[in-house]
T-cell receptor
């Protein structure tokens, strides 16, 4: 069975641009969460979606948005990129609301 | 903000030795989970312990939870070079998100 997949693997953007990151959960998983991990720190929660509804939002500005599609895949959008948005963006899926989460390999975003 | 704090920040041991990492947290939890991360890649779930459990084992891993002290420990026995990674504890407090600590970097020397 395929694990959680994320695309792209790496991305370089310029300040002020917009970016879309994509995530496909494990088959049968209906919950997708997004995390931001800045180098040297632990992941920080951004969003959780369950059954296509937003179930949680972390302490991130409105420049960050997400959605979940009928096939449970998800997109994370970040507008007006700042240098501080440079990080590893991790997507995780789970079969239920939280419990064990299965993480994808992440998308490394660099903002210059 | 980080709920959990891991201790130590870095740990270096020889192959075959045991490694112990500690995690403290601030608020009541539903469960606590430990994850491993190799070289800035995706996290791998290791073990989950619920708030009403005190100890759990999985292979060479042993996790304890003391809710009165708001702390947990992860013990890796008979460590191997392949155990070299960052280890994070994560708490589930609200049922919709995990809050991670800043991690312990474990180095196992062959």
């Amino acid at each position: 069975d395929a694990g959680v997949t994320q695309s792209p693997t790496h991305l370089i953007k310029t300040r002020g641009q917009q970016v879309t990151l994509r995530c496909s959960p494990i088959s049968g998983h209906k919950s997708v969460s997004w995390y931001q991990q800045v180098l040297g720190q632990g992941p920080q929660f951004i969003f959780q979606y369950y059954e296509k509804e937003e179930r949680g939002r972390g302490n991130f500005p409105d420049r960050f948005s997400a959605r979940q599609f009928p096939n449970y895949s998800s997109e994370l959008n970040v507008n007006a990129l700042l240098l501080g948005d440079s990080a590893l963006y991790l997507c995780a899926s789970s079969a239920r609301d939280i419990y064990e989460q299965y993480f994808g390999p992440g998308t490394r975003l660099t903002v210059t | 903000s980080q709920q959990g704090e891991e201790d130590p920040q870095a740990l270096s041991i020889q192959e075959g030795e045991n490694a112990t990492m500690n995690c403290s947290y601030k608020t009541s939890i539903n469960n606590l989970q430990w994850y491993r991360q190799n070289s800035g890649r995706g996290l791998v779930h290791l073990i989950l312990i619920r708030s009403n459990e005190r100890e759990k084992h999985s292979g060479r891993l042993r996790v304890t939870l003391d809710t009165s002290k708001k702390s947990s420990s992860l013990l890796i026995t008979a460590s191997r070079a392949a155990d070299t990674a960052s280890y994070f504890c994560a708490t589930d407090t609200s049922g919709s998100r995990l809050t991670f600590g800043e991690g312990t970097q474990l180095t196992v020397n062959p």
